[in-house]
């Protein structure tokens, strides 16, 4: 709009100065004349010189706009595809578990030893010891004269991890060649189809994976869209999802205790 205001106030001026400037002429070269020959001459030379004038300015206009129509194009973000890697905590939750004493005769007091890595958020014992237990510990058990088995059921919370991978688009969708790749905007949620209550702003251009930690359990919708350097926003891409859940792990240890004979303290002599 504002374009257009300039163009027709370019034309009024341009017609103006045209006016005086044929004014004086007609005056100097043509002292016959009358005032309504000179008034019929102005309107001639303001009608024509006006449309001229603005003819000019405005074909300037439309290509002015169509070189900014094929700046501002948006990055052909439709030939994107996101493959999502995983989900899960990147991290080797692992639990161990060993007791002091793996075999012993006719009875053991074991003590047992365990840790988690990464710190686990939960740790249940069961089989012959029991109760929640720390992510690492170590703990005497009673007096056993039978064979015992220890388990330990470790959990971390979700706090998963997805990677999105893509292909960075190369064109503009009116087919134009793609040259100010700006920065990716990478939106998620629990909807699919969104709305997207998260969006991460990744400012390289020249990216082509993410990675999003700390992701709480459930099912995650991932989708990205490209920026150019004018500011304008690509369509998304296609939608990714992932499933993000809890994580157990399970060790178990023993002892196992043999039996003794019981002493003999009395022979019958034989007679």
Request: with cysteine; net charge negative.
């Amino acid at each position: 709009m504002k374009d257009t205001v300039n163009t027709v106030t370019g034309a009024v001026t341009a017609a103006l100065i045209l006016l005086i400037t044929n004014a004086i002429a007609l005056f100097t070269e043509n002292p016959e004349l009358t005032v309504a020959d000179i008034k019929q001459s102005t309107w001639i030379v303001l009608v024509g010189g006006g449309l001229v004038a603005f003819l000019k300015d405005y074909q300037a206009l439309s290509f002015r706009r169509m070189v900014n129509n094929i700046t501002n194009a948006a990055p052909m973000i439709a030939v994107l595809a996101i493959a999502l890697v995983a989900a899960n905590d990147a991290r080797a939750q692992t639990v161990t578990l060993t007791t002091d004493v793996v075999q012993a005769d006719g009875q053991a007091t074991p003590t047992l030893t365990w840790d988690t890595v990464p710190p686990a958020d939960d740790c249940v014992a069961s089989g012959d010891w029991s109760g929640s237990k720390g992510p690492s510990g170590t703990e005497t058990q009673p007096t056993t004269l039978v064979s015992v088995t220890y388990n330990l059921t470790c959990t971390w919370l979700a706090g998963g991890t997805a990677v999105l991978t893509w292909t960075p688009p190369t064109q503009n969708i009116d087919g134009s060649t793609l040259t100010d790749l700006d920065r990716y905007h990478v939106y998620y949620g629990t909807v699919s189809g969104g709305p997207y209550p998260t969006m991460l702003v990744l400012n390289d251009p020249t990216a082509d994976t993410y990675t999003i930690n700390n992701l709480t359990a459930g099912v995650c919708f991932f989708n990205i869209t490209a920026v150019n350097a004018n500011g304008v926003e690509s369509d998304p891409s296609n939608e990714a999802s992932t499933t993000i859940d809890d994580v157990q792990a399970v060790e178990s240890t023993g002892t196992v205790v043999n039996p003794q004979p019981e002493s003999i303290t009395d022979l019958a002599s034989d007679q």
